[in-house]
């Protein structure tokens, strides 16, 4: 199994607080993958990364930040959470040479 | 742009019935071509993959066939079990931003 762990693996919070999620490879991948999956959308890509400090949006990056200070981290915050954002979020990281993404086990975060 | 259709699920089966789940592309390039499995409560894990026109990926019993000619890589498997019960997942390569294009889910339900 990849190397890839998420934490926490779930939290509540209420709207309006901010919100990190963690995403660790032990892998030494160049990029890295946060998505939201959500019933009836699939998965939805919210930002990635292709290298440290190297960042870019997805398709669904509003009210979501990355980070990504070490090649083997890359948090994803919520500023000020929102209901709508209630939602599994998975990260991924991925082989440069073969495109295979490996994923995490998920994050359940609910916002009240 | 670039893009994956699935059938929509659920695809409910009786044990041991053949299984096929559509999966149909359109890409400007060259893609390799992906099904991931998401069992419940899980990430999504990669099932089988291929590279090129004509290539069959296989694992597990499952089995697809890269078709350039019908833009086509239809999920296969002789005799399901209870246990293949998951979401499957249709996948291309996007090399233009190495990113995965990701087809909406289908939901297997296998019944014994």
């Known amino acids: 199994d990849a190397g890839i762990t998420q934490s926490p693996r779930h939290k509540v919070t209420e709207t309006g607080t901010p919100v990190t999620l963690r995403c660790h490879q032990t892998?030494?991948?160049?990029?890295m993958y946060w998505y939201r999956q959500d019933p009836g959308h699939g998965l939805r890509l919210i930002h990635y990364?292709?290298?440290?400090?190297?960042?870019d949006k997805g398709e669904v990056s509003d009210g979501y930040s990355v980070s990504r200070s070490k090649t083997e981290d890359f948090l994803l915050t919520l500023e000020s959470a929102t209901s709508s954002q209630t939602s599994v979020y998975f990260c991924a990281i991925q082989d440069t040479n073969s495109y295979e993404q490996y994923f995490g086990p998920g994050t359940r975060l609910t916002v009240t | 742009g670039d893009s994956v259709t699935q059938m929509e699920g659920p695809v409910t089966l009786s044990e041991e019935a053949f299984l096929t789940i559509n999966c149909t592309y359109t890409a400007t390039g060259y893609p390799s071509l992906f099904w991931y499995v998401q069992y419940p409560g899980e990430g999504l894990q990669l099932l089988l993959k291929?590279?090129?026109a004509d290539d069959k990926g296989s694992n597990k019993g499952f089995e697809a066939t890269y078709r350039k000619e019908t833009t086509s890589f239809h999920l296969e498997k002789g005799s399901v079990q209870v246990s293949d019960s998951a979401v499957y997942f249709c996948a291309l390569s996007d090399d233009s931003n190495y990113q995965l294009i990701w087809g909406a889910g289908t939901k297997l339900i296998i019944k014994p």
């Open positions: 990364s292709y290298g440290v400090k190297d960042t």
């Open positions: 291929a590279t090129k």
């Open positions: 892998e030494n991948h160049r990029y």
